[in-house]
Structure formats: C-alpha cells, structure tokens
C-alpha cells in the first residue's frame, strides 16, 4: 500500500496508508460518530468540501450497496478511516468503498489514529487539512486561509422542477432544494400530499405560482449567511404559506425572519445526537449533520418559540413562528435516518397547517 499524508493547518502531520483515489484533497476536517450507515454517510451532499473522519474504527465491511445512497454522488473532499476492510461480506454487496471513492476520484487515507484526530477536533475546532504525498511541501498559510465558499453554486443540485404526485391528493406542497438529498419526500406523498421540488435560486413569485398548500425548506450545505438571495426569496414567503424548513431550511428561515446563525465549534455530526422536546419534556435521538446553529436568543427577539435544544450542548434545534404559520428544526426528521418518532410528529404538524 502507497503511503498517504494527513497535513493538518496547525502543523500536525498523520501518517497513514492510501486506498480510493490516488491525489490530492483540501477541506475543512470534520468527523461523524456514526456507528452505522456509511454508504449514507459518504453520499450525504452537506460534506460537500469537507474532509470527513469517522470516528466508528471498521469501515467497509458489507461494501457498497446502491440502493443505501443518500445522493448521485460523493461531495466530500476526502475521507479517513482507521480500518478499511478489503474483503467485505453482505449478501446486498455491489462493490467497494474503495472502487466508489476511486471512481469519484475522492482520496482516502486508512490506518491513522482516527481517535486523536477527532479529540484535536473537539479541543481546537473544525480546521483545515491536505491529503498529500508530500507534507514537508504543504504550504500552511495558503491551507489556513482556504474557505469551503459557494457551496450551493458548486453542489451540483439539479436546477429543475420535478413533480411527485400523491395517489390521493389532499394537498400541493413546494420544496425548494438546498440540497441533492430530498429522503422525506416519501413521507409527504403518503399523507396525500402531491410534491414539487424546485430549484434554491427560484424567484419568490415563481414559488407561489406553483401554488402550494405549504412549503418545505429542504437541507443543504454551507454557511447559511452565505445565501443572501435565498434569505430574501424565504422572507419573501414568510407568512404568505405554511412553512417547515429543515436543517440548512431551519437556518436559512431563522435569518429570513431577521435572527442570527453561528458557527459551531466542531458542529453535530452523527446518527445518536439527543434532543430535547420543551412542550413534551421528551428526548429524541436523532440524525445530523452541520456545522452552524441559530441563535436561540435572536428567534425569541423576533417572535420564534424555541421548541426543541440539544441535549449535549443545549444548542438550538428548533423554532416555532406562530403568527407566520412556520416552524423549523436542525435536525433531520426522516425514516431513513432512524427518526421514525420525529418523522411522525413533524410531518403530521406540517400537514395538519395546510
């Protein structure tokens, strides 16, 4: 096996073994602590410019399944595991992590102490890094200043209308797609909702001409801040139709309705990060995957109910604009991720203010 570099913007250097992609990658490096699931996790679109550690130690082990996918492809910038299993065992079994990432032309590096890296994270914060042949010709400065920007523009999303039609239609509802994974369209078609799926850049006027019952902000990528057109076009629909946004939507409202976002430390990443309910007293576990959160204290400023906080951190995890008929939260209330509880309560909210 050839060996690989991990070169970190501080100066570290992790030495460890090549497999997928045999090049060079830079992004900003983050970890999941997934014990499950990395097929969805590899094709999950908000990595996109990333460089994703995965803190669980045995990755590969049943191969990659087409049907797992989140997504079309693999956004993230690289991928670092401490064990790779060359040999996997799965009666569903299409192929390998290795040829996956290899097509895609995503570098991976194995054998490195997948611990450590993520205790740097967690003490220091999410930083840059390079996957590289040769360390000692790293130039740190120019890595400190790389900026993982224009996510959206550069995400690949399809910019396209696609219906999606309920065999029993009670309702018509919009979503706009900050993102390539739309997992919770099932759970609006089978309670009679009839779906269309349009564009992020997609003027507020040419949303309402679809003639919606309610709208769906879908989960995406990136620094909410940085979609400034997007900002306008959401408030432009505050108050106008129903509202449920999700993750990068659960954002992207909070500063439409005039609060604020931040970024986190080392953000949530994984499939068991606790919520908490505040009506209900009740916790959930659940899935997700970003970097920034909403500003509790600026929602409340601005008419928002917090309804949901993380049960590690009690960061923010959603917000209720009563008098707009909208709502929102940051993580991702889909049966495929796990969240059956949420997916029932959050969808039915939804459908229930059409």
Known sequence: MKKGYIVLENGQVFEGQRFGYDGNAIGELVFNTSAVGYIETLTDAC???QILVQTFPLIGNYGWIDSDTNGKDIKLSAYI???WCEAPSNFRCEGTID??????????????DTRQLTRIIRENGVMNAMICDEPDKVDLEALKAYRNENVLENAGIEKKVTVYKADDEKHKVTVVNYGEYLGFIPSLVSRGCTVTVVPYNMSAKDILNTEPDGILLSSGAGDPKENAECIKTVAALVGKKPIFAISLGHQILALAKGADTYKL???????????KDISS???????????YAVDSDSALKVGGRITFVNGNDATNEGVEYAADK???????????FGTENT?????????ASL
Do not use: C, M, W
């Open 47 to 49: 990595y996109q410019g």
């Open 81 to 83: 595991v401490r064990e």
């Open 99 to 112: 040829s996956e990432l290899n097509k895609r032309k995503i570098p991976g590096i194995f054998g490195v």
């Open 265 to 275: 430390k080392y953000g949530h990443r994984g499939a068991s990060q606790p919520v």
């Open 281 to 291: 007293g009740k916790t959930y576990i659940t899935s997700q995957n970003h970097g």
């Open 326 to 336: 909208a709502f929102s939260v940051q993580f991702i209330p889909e049966k495929g």
């Open 343 to 351: 997916e029932k309560v959050l969808f039915d909210k939804f459908v």
